[in-house]
């Protein structure tokens, strides 16, 4: 990370530890006296407020909503030149959520930082601050016994999974089922078409939970999940499924450099041989996730 980001995600920290103090001036110190700031609400077409004047009135009724906890994700940052960067991230708050499109930060004469554009959007609406999803990931026919890929501790996964998700309803919190479906109905195992690819029927999915289906590794890459993560405000992941050193991991390290804290729950995932639960194990733990049991996610 070169200088100049560094400098522009601490300008920009600094902005959201005084949202989550409720500190509305410093807030408005955030911007140039002529910025620019863009708020999309929902479908709604953009409300513009010209300059830092305007900004400040615009925080000062928001804050009459009792926010709090506001957490980016998904940081990225583009360094224009000396004095210009963008960043874009997802964002998550107490009681709503959504995306930020363009904070353009500009270097001012004394050599700080502020926001002269700030383009967001706000897509969810939630009441509650503390949202863990629980990803159940290819929890399918293919990977029991009776499959195509029969993985080790696959069952045990399955009823440990079942309790987790029991315990998410009853609450009323995020629920993200994963399949995958490999297009090719020819392939070795969950091929277009077939029972393989099935969902567990301890784990079938509700009306009111998201289901994702993917066809490679990577949840992230084609099949939304990140856009879902920003839609429903979630703050966290606890994720079982399979296989762990491959789909499970690949959740557990984009989420986690994404800046969702991560637990994978090591009595619901599976793999062709224990020794890859292991090792997976072993690397996740020491920079990707907390290694947690079903009974410790319960209690």
């Known amino acids: 990370m070169n200088t100049i980001e560094k400098q522009v995600r601490a300008a920009s920290q600094a902005w959201i530890d005084a949202f989550n103090l409720g500190k ?15 708020v999309r609400l929902f479908d709604a077409k953009p409300t513009t407020f010209e300059g830092r004047d305007s900004i400040h009135q615009f925080w000062t009724d928001f804050m009459q909503k009792s926010p709090n906890n506001l957490v980016y994700t998904a940081v990225n940052i583009r360094v224009i030149d000396s004095h210009h960067a963008v960043l874009s991230a997802d964002w998550s708050m107490n009681i709503v959520s959504g995306f930020i499109t363009e904070e353009l930060w500009v270097k001012n004469a004394q050599g700080q930082w502020q926001l002269e554009r700030d383009n967001f959007s706000v897509i969810s609406q939630h009441a509650k601050s503390n949202r863990p999803a629980l990803v159940l990931v290819d929890f399918q026919a293919d990977y029991f016994a009776a499959g195509n890929m029969p993985l080790v501790g696959m069952e045990q996964a399955a009823t440990n999974a079942a309790s987790l998700l029991h315990h998410w309803r009853e609450h009323d ?24 690819c099935d969902i567990h029927p301890a784990l079938t999915p509700k009306g009111n939970e998201t289901q994702l289906i993917k066809s490679d590794i990577n949840a992230f890459n084609n099949a ?50 224990q020794s890859l639960i292991d090792t997976t194990a ?12 079903s009974n410790d996610v319960l209690s």
Request: charged residues 10%; aromatic residues 8%; hydrophobic residues 45%.
């Open 24 to 38: 509305v001036d410093l807030m408005a110190d955030g911007y140039t006296q002529n910025a620019l700031m863009e």
């Open 173 to 196: 919190l995020p629920i993200i089922h994963i399949q995958h479906i490999f297009p090719d109905n020819n392939a070795d195992f969950f091929a277009s078409g077939s029972s393989g």
């Open 224 to 273: 939304g999940l990140g856009q879902v993560l920003a839609e429903q405000g979630i703050t966290s992941l606890v994720i079982t499924g399979a296989m762990a050193h491959l789909c499970v991991a690949a959740i557990a390290r984009q989420a986690s450099d994404q800046g969702y804290p991560c637990q994978v729950v090591n009595d619901a995932w599976a793999a062709p041989e």
């Open 282 to 293: 072993a690397t996740l733990s020491f920079g990707y996730a907390q290694m947690v049991t």
